[in-house]
């Protein structure tokens, strides 16, 4: 559906107000990309509700017309995973912002889908909590969990789904449900909060969250080191990991993305194979008995280089640079676009996947810098190339085919943390099989008339 008739136009702006719904082109235009190479089709228009209600009688008036809904949180997926596919309209969660209530004591807060992640973190911040799903980009909470969104900090936090306690979703046909409470463990049948968590709103429209928070450490230790070889960093990933270090952080950057880096930040890093480390504790004199335990295991694997007290305001340089990786890899490159991989392994597989990147990216002569969550086995490879020049996207897109399936063959995912998307679905039967068919069915059962985000996750 690519225009809305007058009559459909009259009844969306009766349900939330004319301020708040648009046809107009650049709204239109603003809801039909990500950062992603993807793209969809312009939807008829976009609507800004303010809570359950709302997003209630929308879902049920789009159901009776047959008319596709893909919800909006900040538009930062890679893979076009809030991108309309056949236009109808965008519901974008940004105005359903508030944060209801923070509860100290149970280490829970109760949201809409709208806030925004460092927000969030802002407002926990003065009760001494966070939340710790980190994906770098300002992401909203419901984007998050659309995606099931993880980060530098998940290999000790955890991802998105290990903090989502109770939601309210509005199904495709309006109808509102609960699921999920707010006790730390339940076993009261099927998880259906955990269905909707990474379901990237082909279920429905998640419009309320009970969030479990975290209590920000006292103490934090951030630590570089440095190898000769790419293979001896990402084993001594695998190596801190199985010692029960227990690392905050632990990220693989190559040399390649670390001379972008430095010319950026002048951060002054040596460039070779690098690891950015951060462990969490409860005082300095344990961190610093961690870090020496973590200095012989990687010189045991080959560091040339251990570097522990970084001052505050060099680690936070530090991981602003790192969360910048994309950014800067853009900047870089002005008038290219990138394709970004996202793969996961098991974490004893992990160097060799490594290193089947790199070589890739070497052997095929194309502009790609590897690096990864490598604590989880997260791999990334963000692939620069012309969007005009047809032969080479189709280099960059083999490269990351060949580094997904070798990620499923050795026990993996397609995606660690961005989710399927667009750029996604041809992997889902080889990784998930038959499972695949029974995702389908059970599309098919909530979401019947095929509204919600059509064209996701399913081809
Ligand atoms: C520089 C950069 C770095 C990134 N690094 C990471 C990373 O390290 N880890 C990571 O996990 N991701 C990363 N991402 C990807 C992205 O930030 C996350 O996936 C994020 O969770 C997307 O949130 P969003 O608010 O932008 O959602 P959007 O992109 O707007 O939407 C994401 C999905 O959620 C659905 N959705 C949105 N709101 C709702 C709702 N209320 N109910 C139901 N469905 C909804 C949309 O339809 C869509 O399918 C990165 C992105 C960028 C730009």
């Not at 976009?46 to 879902?59: A, M, N």
């Not at 519901?91 to 100290?104: G, L, S, V």
Request: glycine share 10%; hydrophobic share 40%; charged share 25%.
């Amino acid at each position: 559906m690519l225009e809305f008739n007058q009559e459909q136009i009259d009844i969306l702006s009766g349900i939330v107000g004319s301020e708040r719904f648009s046809v107009g082109e650049s709204n239109r235009k603003l809801h039909c990309r990500d950062i992603s190479p993807h793209r969809g089709t312009n939807p008829a228009g976009v609507i800004w509700p303010v809570d359950t209600e709302e997003v209630s009688r929308i879902l049920s008036f789009a159901y009776r017309q047959s008319i596709p809904v893909t919800p909006w949180g900040a538009g930062t997926s890679t893979e076009g995973n809030p991108i309309p596919t056949k236009g109808g309209l965008v519901m974008d969660m940004t105005q359903m912002n508030r944060i209801f209530e923070i509860r100290p004591q149970d280490f829970q807060v109760d949201l809409q889908p709208g806030v925004l992640r460092k927000e969030l973190n802002r407002k926990l911040g003065t009760y001494g909590l966070f939340f710790p799903p980190d994906p770098g980009a300002d992401a909203t909470i419901g984007g998050m969990i659309a995606n099931n969104a993880s980060g530098v900090q998940t290999v000790k936090y955890g991802a998105t789904a290990d903090y989502v306690m109770k939601l309210v979703v509005v199904l495709p046909d309006g109808k509102v449900i609960h699921t999920g409470c707010k006790a730390h463990k339940s076993s009261s049948g099927y998880c259906l909060t955990r269905l909707f968590v990474g379901s990237e709103g082909t279920l429905g429209v998640v419009t309320e969250a009970t969030l479990r928070v975290a209590g920000i450490p006292s103490h934090t230790l951030a630590v570089t080191v440095t190898f000769a070889e790419l293979k001896d960093a990402s084993e001594a990933v695998f190596v801190m990991i199985g010692s029960g270090l227990e690392p905050a952080a632990l990220e693989l950057l190559t040399p390649e993305l670390i001379g972008l880096m430095n010319n950026e930040k002048a951060l002054n890093l040596p460039e070779v194979p690098c690891l950015f480390c951060e462990f969490h504790g409860i005082s300095r004199s344990a961190l610093l008995e961690i870090a020496e335990l973590a200095k012989e295991l990687c010189e045991d694997c080959g560091a040339s280089g251990f570097k522990f007290g970084i001052e505050e305001a060099e680690r936070k340089e530090l991981w602003r640079a790192r969360h910048e990786a994309w950014e800067t890899i853009n900047r870089s490159h002005p008038g290219k676009e990138t394709l970004i991989v996202d793969a996961a392994v098991p974490i004893s597989r992990y160097p060799e996947m490594i290193v089947f990147a790199q070589n890739l990216v070497e052997e095929k002569q194309v502009l790609g810098y590897v690096f990864g969550h490598a604590g989880d086995g997260n791999l990334h490879v963000v692939l620069v190339g012309d969007p005009g020049d047809e032969r080479q996207w189709r280099v960059l897109e083999d490269i990351n085919h060949r580094i997904v399936e070798r990620a499923i063959e050795v026990g993996g995912t397609c995606t660690g943390e961005h989710g399927v998307g667009i750029g996604k679905r041809k992997f889902m039967s080889l990784e998930h099989g038959d499972s695949y068919d029974l995702m389908r069915r059970l599309k098919e059962l909530v979401d019947p008339k095929g509204i919600m985000n059509p064209g996701k996750i399913f081809t």
